[in-house]
């Protein structure tokens, strides 16, 4: 006797049937034949909208139904809910075929995976990936919340996460490779000098001064030459309320103004 409350899951067995929904022509045939390469997977049909696709999964009872997400995004013939609510009727004479969106592309936003589950869809596979070893993972329903492709969360994730500061050993040795050259148009610019007017004051080229700019712009991976001299002085490569002008030996053009 079974005690109360237990439910016993039974592993599924065979190979799984994939119902493939691709409207393009070129990218089905692509992906049914990696579901038919696969031990486990075999193709059940296939259809390119999601309404003729609610039509098969009545007919042909299939496990999972893989989706492209460019019609679980636009779905011209149907929606994916449409999709969930046909495979939700075949749980009463059988597995509920799982509905499995796929990314044959960049990964998609974060909102968008949220709203592929809202919607109520299984999980999320890429083609960068095995296909029969993603769709078996969803199938077996170990992800209560929904399953997506390893390789799609990482991209997901670096795209959520803000950059990491520079680590201070970086920093070191970027301020470490700044020539006295570049020290000079940096006091310079710091006191608010075009290039052009940096050029005449050092007695270089402006095509010189540009390159210089440039090179410490990278060096300190400053965004612009307000964020350079901000992390010029923080870093102590430039002193804090320094007439910076003066102290390079040349007047600037608010000395000139006074």
């Not at 909208?49 to 679980?72: E, K, Q, Y």
Request: with cysteine.
């Amino acid at each position: 006797m079974r005690p109360t409350g237990c439910v016993t899951v039974t592993a599924p067995t065979g190979p799984a049937g994939v119902l493939v929904v691709v409207a393009d022509p070129v990218v089905r045939a692509g992906i049914r034949a990696l579901v038919g390469e696969h031990a486990r997977t075999e193709v059940a049909g296939t259809a390119d909208s999601v309404r003729t696709a609610a039509a098969a999964i009545r007919r042909d009872h299939p496990d999972l139904v893989l989706v492209d997400s460019v019609l679980v995004d636009s779905a011209p013939g149907g929606s994916i809910g449409e999709l969930v609510t046909v495979c939700a009727e075949g749980a009463a004479v059988g597995e509920r075929p799982r509905v499995v969106a796929l990314v044959t592309g960049e990964a998609p936003s974060l909102a968008r995976v949220r709203g592929y589950f809202a919607a109520g869809v299984d999980g999320i596979v890429s083609t960068a990936e095995d296909i029969g070893d993603s769709l078996l993972a969803v199938r077996s329903g170990r992800a209560a919340g929904g399953w997506i492709s390893p390789t799609l969360a990482a991209e997901i994730l670096r795209r959520t996460e803000p950059p990491p500061k520079p680590a201070v050993a970086e920093v070191a040795v970027a301020l470490s490779n700044v020539t006295p050259s570049e020290h000079a148009v940096l006091r310079l610019v710091a006191d608010g000098n075009t290039d052009r007017e940096i050029a005449t004051r050092l007695h270089r080229s402006e095509r010189v001064v540009k390159f210089h700019v440039s090179n410490l712009l990278a060096k300190l991976q400053a965004r612009n030459r307000a964020h350079l001299v901000q992390l010029a002085v923080r870093s102590g490569l430039l002193p804090v309320h320094c007439p910076c002008g003066q102290a390079a030996g040349v007047r600037s053009t608010r000395d000139v103004a006074s």
